[in-house]
């Protein structure tokens, strides 16, 4: 088995925190995006998206995106550990808060990012006023986050899930685009120092 990843990119770093979190420990394959290895039919006939991460099992199916790869890897290494939740209710929480952050917070914030940077214009139409109205969405969910952060520990609930792995790297982002959590947020920056101290996250921030 074998995780085809770039590292600094938010998606295999998802993963990453969900393996550290899961005490699984899986290799590594350097994927050079920048260079457009991503592009080529090679990759493209592995993850079907065309994108990183994406992990390659010992007979050789594949799994693209990063919520399907993690949901895999729940699946593959049981243990109670449990971060797409223990009960119905948890679950349809995990579940519910997780596609939040991811389209109205993640989706936006990559759209902000790649438009107003246009990083990738060598291979995507870049359209700076999208970028722009992107980035006015991310900042208009900031106050959904706090609210509901404001009501509980964790994003789904008591317990710690997938969704603040989600909203960790939606929130460590977003300074990309100039975007900054300050004092008139104090639950997101609660739940911010709480989780940068889980042993997962500061080991994953050491490699």
Known sequence: ???HEFAPVPNARRVRLFLAEKKIDIPSVHVDIRGGENLTDKFKAMSPNGRIPFLELDDGTTICESIA????LDAAFPTDHNLFGSTPTEIGQVEMWNRIVELQGLFTAFQAFRNLTGIYSDRERCIKAWGEESKL????FLPVLEERLSQSTYLAGEHFSVADISAYIMVDFIKNIDIHIDDSMPSIQRWYEQITQREAFIEAQSK
């Open 69 to 72: 790869i993690c949901r895999y």
């Open 1 to 3: 088995m074998k995780l």
């Open 137 to 140: 969405r991310n900042i208009e």
